[in-house]
Nanobody
């Protein structure tokens, strides 16, 4: 069991950077694979990336590779999403998610058991 709270969202201009944080509660945080998803208005929830519990390795949606970076600090029980060169199409509510069960790809929202409340990211001029 883990509880998640996202923060760091806001309104930025195209080309800007933004750093989102996910604070976790729970003694078994280090055992969870963590992921970021996003959902734009009128669209389905979209996989952004994940970071493994075992070795901290990461996987990303192909279209986001090079711009987005996920990291974790098990001692502080936090997960971070660094977003660079933001575009208007990045506008969405960003969610942090967790699962105790490792899967081959971890790209489906239905593979995750715990979710944060989401934080709004708006990219506009």
């Amino acid at each position: 069991q883990v509880r998640l709270v996202e923060s760091g969202g806001g309104l930025v201009q195209p080309g800007a950077s933004l750093r989102l944080s996910c604070a976790a509660s729970g003694r078994t945080f280090s055992s969870y694979d963590m992921a970021w998803f996003r959902q734009a208005p009128g669209k389905d929830r979209e996989f952004v990336g994940r970071i493994m519990s075992s070795d901290g390795s990461t996987d990303y949606e192909d279209s986001l590779k090079g711009r987005f970076t996920i990291s974790r600090d098990n001692a502080k029980k936090t997960v971070t999403l660094q977003m660079n060169s933001l575009k208007p199409e990045d506008t969405a509510v960003y969610f942090c998610a967790a699962t105790i069960y490792t899967t081959a790809r971890g790209r489906s929202q239905y593979e995750y058991d715990e979710w944060g409340q989401g934080t709004q990211v708006t990219v506009s001029s």
